[in-house]
């Protein structure tokens, strides 16, 4: 239940590493105009002989209940309401979760406490567009452009035999399924190259397989230069931006590799456990071998955010609701509003690693 109260007196200090520590005091007579509320919130889940859950009577309860107990409930309440209002009124751009310790709470008494926060950095961008131009001047386009020869087509149509000869060889029961992936194949057991073969892959005859690979290989190579591009520029505008990143922002990004890692490795059939044991390291020790990369994640995030504003890019409603639908359709069971800020982020990211590509030209 929202109240308009206001705070009494509200004190302000930046701290180290993009942090900010707010006191506020609560006048009392705010605090306890909570007590209705509180009270209702914990008789919902009330358990007393005699009586059903949820039905035990107010004044059963508060003779049962700590009063130290509801007092910081209802301080707890007047604060959610009102920090809102703290953040908005101090320009505090607050990231994540806050730090809330009452150091003062007492009946008849102004209420005190401390507010510590996470903000979101002030930093400067460097000149990328200048950065964009010098980083790809560096990383020049081979002398023979991304043309395919003639013996990345015939690997590539050597993969292409074998990706055959193994699924042949397990349509025949030649291999548990468990070890197929696994089943040496010689280059005698490849199919021809032949007519029957492109037409395999739903081709009209060998020669347009063959031009449709050529083609497909060019592609490939001419987007592994432009990737190798990008990651050029975006390592030096990284490189070149100084951000204090707030700690738990970088525990946040951590949280999340290790995530990562404990899945990947659990797909593979291997426990967490074992796999420490195996890199002789703790899980801590794993996090702070992996913080560098944190951070730069963190730098990341926060520069394609303040970029994607100050050039406006960010994706349509047209855009975006296409590739949510993707999403839906392939996982039907997906959470929409989740689907919606992952498409958002990686469509803006795309975006800004474009926008900053075509700035080099």
């Known amino acids: 239940m929202s109240k308009e109260i206001k705070p009494i007196k509200t004190a302000v200090e930046k701290q180290p590493g993009s942090n900010v520590e707010v006191k506020v005091t609560l006048a009392w007579a705010d605090v306890a105009s909570y007590k209705d509320a509180v009270m209702l919130s914990i008789q919902k889940d009330y358990e007393a002989d005699g009586f059903r859950k949820g039905n035990v009577?107010?004044?059963?309860?508060?003779?049962?209940?700590?009063?130290?107990?509801?007092?910081?409930?209802?301080?707890?309440?007047?604060?959610?309401?009102?920090?809102?209002?703290?953040?908005?009124?101090?320009?505090?751009?607050?990231?994540?979760?806050?730090?809330?310790?009452?150091?003062?709470?007492?009946?008849?008494?102004?209420?005190?406490?401390?507010?510590?926060?996470?903000?979101?950095?002030?930093?400067?961008?460097?000149?990328?567009?200048?950065?964009?131009?010098?980083?790809?001047?560096?990383?020049?386009?081979?002398?023979?452009?991304?043309?395919?020869?003639?013996?990345?087509?015939?690997?590539?149509?050597?993969?292409?035999?074998?990706?055959?000869?193994?699924?042949?060889?397990?349509?025949?029961?030649?291999?548990?399924?468990?070890?197929?992936?696994?089943?040496?194949?010689?280059?005698?057991?490849?199919?021809?190259?032949?007519?029957?073969?492109?037409g395999s892959f739903g081709f009209e005859d060998l020669e347009k397989m063959r031009a449709k690979v050529r083609e497909n290989l060019a592609k490939e190579k001419e987007q592994k230069h432009s990737e190798k591009k990008r990651l050029a520029i975006v390592e030096k505008v990284i490189e070149e931006t100084t951000i204090d990143i707030p700690q738990s922002i970088i525990d946040t990004e951590l949280d999340q590799m290790v995530a990562r890692m404990k899945h990947d490795i659990q797909m593979m059939g291997m426990q967490?456990?074992?796999?420490?044991?195996?890199?002789?390291?703790?899980?801590?020790?794993?996090?702070?071998?992996?913080?560098?990369?944190?951070?730069?994640?963190?730098?990341?995030?926060?520069?394609?955010?303040?970029?994607?504003?100050?050039?406006?890019?960010?994706?349509?409603?047209?855009?975006?609701?296409?590739?949510?639908?993707?999403?839906m359709e392939a996982y039907p069971d997906a959470d929409r509003t989740s689907a919606t800020m992952y498409i958002t982020t990686t469509l803006t990211n795309q975006k800004v690693f474009d926008f900053l590509e075509k700035s080099a030209n």
Request: aromatic share 6%.
């Open 57 to 198: 009577p107010i004044a059963t309860i508060e003779k049962n209940v700590s009063a130290s107990l509801v007092n910081e409930m209802m301080a707890e309440e007047a604060l959610n309401d009102i920090y809102p209002t703290i953040l908005k009124d101090n320009n505090i751009d607050a990231l994540g979760r806050p730090e809330v310790i009452f150091t003062k709470l007492a009946v008849d008494n102004d209420v005190e406490c401390t507010i510590k926060t996470a903000v979101y950095p002030e930093f400067t961008l460097p000149d990328y567009k200048k950065i964009s131009k010098s980083v790809v001047k560096e990383v020049t386009e081979p002398d023979e452009g991304f043309a395919a020869t003639d013996e990345e087509v015939t690997q590539a149509f050597k993969e292409l035999q074998h990706m055959r000869a193994h699924q042949e060889m397990h349509k025949e029961g030649g291999h548990d399924e468990h070890d197929h992936n696994h089943a040496p194949i010689d280059e005698k057991d490849y199919p021809e190259v032949n007519e029957a073969f492109a």
């Open 272 to 327: 967490f456990d074992d796999y420490l044991v195996h890199l002789k390291k703790t899980e801590a020790e794993l996090r702070t071998d992996y913080t560098p990369d944190a951070i730069k994640r963190a730098k990341l995030n926060f520069i394609v955010e303040k970029l994607a504003l100050s050039e406006n890019l960010k994706p349509s409603d047209e855009e975006t609701e296409k590739e949510i639908q993707k999403i």
